[in-house]
């Protein structure tokens, strides 16, 4: 009999020291990011720093397809709610541009300064005002942190307006930490500052799917073990609460780079994510 216990709360979380070479993320994304965001502002089809609430971080870029968008995709960046924004993931805008679809990045408020309830709200909020600028179907994905984020929206107590809400199409969430609990027990959560409270509150696997949801788990089969546990646990609880639900582990992908299918048009998490 294998058994399975977690001693080391802070490695079962660690990134990328469990990561050949995972000390080159995340600058490595600087330049691919910039050299997107450029492009498509000399071709006139990006807004940037579009304001959607009061805090100093509430803004988003959007990026627009050539002619009128198919509908939205609202992708929700990482970095355990406590570090990095929206410039470091414009090119991965690029496969759903090319598809037909306008694309909303948003930074948001990060621990301590909020708390993750805090987040999720003004998350909900740009989302809001991304659909209140573009129609049509609303595809929302997020990585690591940005994964609970975006299925959280679709959770009970969603702070998704109704009109909002019923746009969403798929829900497509990339190694998302959908149980917070655990982390109560890393060093990390001297900056989060998540208690039990906020634990079973806002963790999407701890509440229910809101009504019709559509929603992909997928995680790197080459992440830490608590990734793909984490993954896997979102969409069991689901599927037997009424969502419709998919898993997916993507062989020969790590954390870091699971999220790069999302650059290209033909990958089959573009394709997942739009279908």
Partial sequence: MLERHIADWDNAYTNGANIAGGDRWPAAWVEPAQTFRDALSADERAQFDIAY????????????????????????????????????????????IDSGYAVAMPSYSLCPEVRIGDIVREVGAAIGKAAALVEGPIMLTGHSAGGHLVSRMVAAASPLAPDVQSRIRHVVSLSGVHDLRPLINTGMNKTLHIDETEALAE???????????????????????????????????????????????EPDRHHFSVIDGLADKDHALTRTLLG
């Fill in 53 to 96: 609430g009061d805090r100093p971080r509430n803004l988003l870029d959007l990026f627009l397809p050539e002619g009128t968008p198919k509908g939205l995709v609202v992708f929700v960046h990482g970095g355990y709610w406590m570090a990095l924004d929206k410039s470091y993931w414009s090119h991965l805008a690029k496969g759903s």
């Fill in 203 to 249: 963790s999407p696997a701890l509440l229910r799917p809101v009504d019709n949801v559509r929603i992909t788990c997928w995680v790197g089969g080459g992440e830490r073990a608590e990734f793909l546990r984490q993954n896997a646990l979102l969409s069991n609880i689901w599927t037997g609460l009424g969502a419709t639900t998919a898993t997916v582990v």
